[in-house]
């Protein structure tokens, strides 16, 4: 049995290193492992690459990180919504790049990532600036875009349950894209609400397997993003 616990947070993150490609888990609010990304923050790591379904909100988490200076391009297919404000300006300054893909898109490019599958063909945003530079093709009379998969050097991901083996369970929709960057990530760093021993959790309940995952730390009362911004916290420490 390989025992895939790190009782320090950050000695989770030590393995990445300046102009890494990271994955980040979440759908909006839902599944973002604060903790994790927080601790990268203080890490000082730069020139990242972060691939996540939005742009982050408020001034923690994800926006934080990018609001750090600390990320060189963002992957991503929600840029903007009513609580994001700090990777508009850094855009509109020309101070961080964009890739903008579609949300099913970016699910179904991760997926292919983690299967090991090079590339599919999608109607998904042909005749907009999406299929710019983009092979087409046609298929029965449709026209459908090449979409190359997308995979990451790391990924951090939030979970609820976790053995020390790495099997995982997720909470209701914090699930999201958890489960697919597990698969398509070199190296994976979940933290979890809460550690168990082998055994603990059902194997009919287990979302991600533990050969997935490369290092768990428990996080038992994990902040949420909602509240955070809600609350108007910056991170680390006030606004300027």
């Known amino acids: 049995m390989i025992d895939k616990s790190i009782?320090?947070?950050a000695d989770a993150l030590s393995c990445i290193?300046?102009?890494?490609?990271?994955m980040i888990s979440g759908f909006g609010e839902a599944g973002s492992p604060i903790e994790l990304i927080h601790a990268l923050i203080d890490q000082g790591t730069k020139d990242l690459v972060a691939i996540?379904?939005?742009?982050?909100?408020?001034?923690?988490?994800l926006a934080a990180l990018i609001e750090a200076g600390q990320v060189r391009k963002l992957i991503?297919?929600?840029?903007?919504?009513?609580?994001?404000?700090?990777?508009?300006?850094?855009?509109?300054?020309?101070?961080?790049?964009?890739?903008?893909?579609?949300?099913?898109?970016?699910?179904?490019?991760?997926?292919?990532?983690?299967a090991g599958v090079p590339a599919f063909y999608t109607p998904t945003g042909v005749g907009t600036l999406v299929a710019d530079g983009k092979e087409t093709r046609e298929f029965?009379?449709?026209e459908y875009l090449l979409e190359k998969s997308l995979t990451a050097d790391f990924a951090l991901v939030r979970c609820d349950r976790a053995d020390r083996m790495g099997n995982l369970t997720y909470n209701k929709s914090a699930r999201n894209f958890g489960p697919l960057m597990c698969t398509a990530a070199d190296?994976?760093?979940?933290?979890?609400r809460v550690l168990e021993e082998p055994g603990a959790i059902d194997p009919e309940h287990?979302?991600?397997?533990?050969?997935?995952?490369d290092t768990v730390v428990e996080v038992s009362n994990p902040k949420h993003e909602g509240d955070l911004v809600a609350a108007g916290e910056y991170y680390p420490g006030a606004a300027q």
Do not use: M, W
């Open 206 to 213: 287990v979302i991600t397997p533990g050969i997935f995952v």
């Open 76 to 114: 991503c297919s929600y840029p903007r919504s009513s609580n994001s404000t700090v990777f508009t300006e850094l855009y509109q300054a020309g101070k961080i790049e964009l890739e903008l893909v579609p949300q099913g898109t970016l699910a179904a490019r991760i997926q292919a990532g983690g």
């Open 17 to 22: 290193s300046d102009g890494a490609s990271v």
């Open 52 to 61: 996540n379904n939005n742009a982050g909100n408020g001034h923690v988490g």
């Open 7 to 9: 009782p320090n947070i």
């Open 140 to 142: 029965e009379g449709k």
């Open 187 to 192: 190296t994976t760093i979940v933290q979890a």
